[in-house]
């Protein structure tokens, strides 16, 4: 594992950051930041960033179309919850209106809020609105939860909306983490774009479709082809890769010693062992979480630098939860087999006890709908994240 970093990256990260304005909210964030870690870092109480959603590609500076993908915040406000539950203190940096911690159980759900609740009858004709008898006890489990991380200041959520925003508040707030050394844990499950606009080939205005001519190169970074084929003017978008700055954040940004947890997202089963790997050899942070879109729900892959190297952790069988985009037959076909002589031993955690189920928030609820995969992953890491901070406290001999 190289002590640093070549200069080349330094360079390309300044280039990046030069080019954008800092986001609006940056400071605020910075300020509020801030004062969350002095708090966590006074009572020596771990911190994990996590961040969650997806980013925006704006095609234009002044924005109304924009590239964007499907995550919903899902992995990132469930792992949220889990992490406040085992003494976590997080900062959760996700993309403006997606899923929250808490909130996430009665938002973008089927129900409509308003269906959780009810108007007492009264005489008066005003009364009280109240939640359904038959959510109550859930609602108050979440609540108290909910309530408990507010008051003591346990949670602080800060929002983003483009991949411009993410990587600048990225390296901000692993920069305001370094007091808290090998306390803070970065767990990255954000689906960051991996195309962008650079800003200096980025329309200003709104980009028009067919009414107003447009002086070819002059206006936007989208090109229209010199001849059309059809009497309607075609979109081509010229996306550059957005430089990956995994690297700059585990050699320059996060502080010393702490641990770094990345997600790997793909679709193709046959390749997601190998792509989660690749990324753990090129960034040399502790683990990626392989997970296929098809089956994200039920299972996951650690993959470590140490042995065993590829681990799986699925919810069993019968405890999974229904999903209309999931493929469960799926489920397993991202596994390679073990490699006899390298000793890269697979194993697999199949949690089929009832800890899962009662813990974390809704319990009885929650298992009625099925068991969080997220239940499973966050008491594993916490595990993992024990070990380093042990091994970090240890007295050199
Ligand atoms: O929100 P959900 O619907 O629940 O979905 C969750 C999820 C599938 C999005 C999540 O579990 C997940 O897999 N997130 C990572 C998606 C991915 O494949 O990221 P990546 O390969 O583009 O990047 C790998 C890692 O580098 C990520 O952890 C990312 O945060 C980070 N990254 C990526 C690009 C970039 N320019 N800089 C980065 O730091």
């Given at each position: 594992?190289?002590?640093?970093l070549?200069?080349?990256?330094?360079?390309?990260?300044?280039?990046?950051?030069?080019?954008?304005?800092?986001?609006k909210a940056?400071?605020?964030?910075?300020?509020?930041?801030?004062?969350?870690i002095?708090?966590?870092?006074?009572?020596?109480?771990?911190?994990?960033?996590?961040?969650?959603?997806?980013?925006?590609v704006?095609?234009e500076?002044?924005?109304v179309?924009f590239?964007?993908?499907f995550?919903?915040?899902?992995?990132g406000a469930?792992?949220?919850?889990?992490f406040?539950?085992?003494?976590?203190?997080?900062i959760?940096?996700?993309?403006?209106?997606?899923?929250?911690?808490?909130?996430?159980?009665?938002?973008?759900?089927?129900?409509?809020?308003?269906d959780?609740?009810?108007?007492?009858?009264?005489?008066?004709?005003?009364?009280?609105?109240?939640?359904?008898?038959e959510?109550?006890?859930?609602?108050?489990?979440?609540?108290?939860?909910y309530?408990?991380?507010?008051?003591?200041?346990?949670?602080?959520?800060?929002?983003?909306?483009?991949?411009?925003?993410y990587?600048?508040e990225?390296?901000?707030?692993?920069n305001?983490?370094?007091?808290?050394?090998?306390?803070?844990?970065?767990?990255?499950?954000?689906?960051?774009?991996?195309?962008?606009?650079?800003r200096?080939?980025?329309?200003e205005?709104?980009?028009?479709?067919?009414?107003?001519?447009?002086?070819?190169g002059?206006?936007?970074?989208?090109?229209?082809?010199?001849?059309?084929?059809?009497g309607?003017k075609k979109?081509?978008?010229?996306?550059?890769?957005?430089?990956k700055f995994?690297?700059?954040?585990?050699?320059?940004?996060?502080?010393?010693k702490?641990?770094i947890?990345?997600?790997?997202?793909?679709?193709?089963?046959?390749?997601?062992v190998?792509?989660?790997?690749?990324?753990?050899?090129?960034?040399?942070?502790h683990?990626?979480?392989?997970?296929?879109?098809?089956t994200?729900?039920?299972?996951?892959?650690?993959?470590t630098p140490d042995?065993?190297?590829?681990r799986w952790?699925?919810?069993?069988?019968?405890k999974?939860?229904?999903?209309?985009?999931?493929?469960?037959?799926?489920?397993?076909l991202?596994?390679?087999?073990?490699?006899?002589?390298s000793?890269?031993?697979?194993?697999?955690l199949?949690?089929?006890?009832?800890?899962?189920?009662?813990?974390?928030?809704g319990?009885?609820?929650?298992?009625?709908?099925?068991?969080?995969i997220?239940?499973?992953?966050?008491?594993?890491?916490?595990?993992?994240?024990?070990e380093?901070?042990?091994k970090?406290n240890?007295?050199?001999?």
């Amino acid at each position: 594992m190289p002590s640093s970093l070549p200069d080349s990256s330094a360079e390309e990260e300044s280039n990046y950051f030069n080019n954008y304005p800092p986001p609006k909210a940056l400071k605020n964030h910075e300020a509020l930041t801030r004062a969350f870690i002095e708090r966590h870092v006074e009572s020596n109480r771990r911190v994990v960033l996590v961040t969650s959603g997806g980013t925006t590609v704006p095609l234009e500076n002044q924005t109304v179309r924009f590239v964007d993908n499907f995550s919903a915040g899902t992995r990132g406000a469930t792992s949220a919850e889990y992490f406040l539950e085992a003494g976590y203190a997080v900062i959760f940096l996700h993309r403006q209106f997606s899923l929250l911690p808490y909130s996430r159980h009665y938002s973008h759900s089927t129900n409509c809020f308003l269906d959780f609740m009810d108007e007492r009858p009264s005489p008066s004709d005003h009364g009280p609105i109240v939640v359904r008898s038959e959510y109550q006890d859930e609602m108050r489990e979440v609540l108290r939860k909910y309530r408990y991380a507010k008051q003591n200041n346990l949670l602080l959520l800060l929002p983003f909306t483009t991949v411009t925003e993410y990587l600048f508040e990225l390296r901000a707030l692993a920069n305001l983490m370094r007091p808290l050394g090998a306390n803070a844990l970065f767990y990255l499950a954000a689906a960051v774009s991996d195309f962008f606009i650079p800003r200096d080939r980025m329309a200003e205005h709104k980009i028009q479709s067919s009414e107003v001519p447009v002086i070819d190169g002059d206006v936007y970074t989208g090109l229209h082809e010199d001849e059309p084929h059809s009497g309607s003017k075609k979109l081509v978008v010229d996306l550059d890769p957005v430089p990956k700055f995994l690297h700059r954040l585990v050699y320059g940004w996060a502080p010393e010693k702490s641990m770094i947890v990345s997600f790997k997202l793909e679709t193709d089963p046959s390749i997601l062992v190998y792509k989660a790997r690749t990324s753990l050899q090129r960034y040399s942070h502790h683990l990626v979480i392989g997970n296929l879109l098809s089956t994200r729900k039920w299972e996951v892959v650690f993959v470590t630098p140490d042995p065993p190297g590829e681990r799986w952790i699925r919810v069993p069988k019968s405890k999974r939860s229904k999903s209309i985009s999931g493929v469960e037959d799926q489920v397993g076909l991202a596994e390679s087999k073990p490699l006899v002589d390298s000793g890269d031993e697979v194993t697999q955690l199949q949690l089929g006890d009832t800890r899962a189920a009662s813990g974390g928030v809704g319990g009885a609820a929650q298992a009625r709908k099925g068991i969080e995969i997220e239940s499973i992953i966050i008491p594993e890491l916490v595990k993992m994240h024990s070990e380093m901070i042990e091994k970090a406290n240890r007295p050199r001999s």
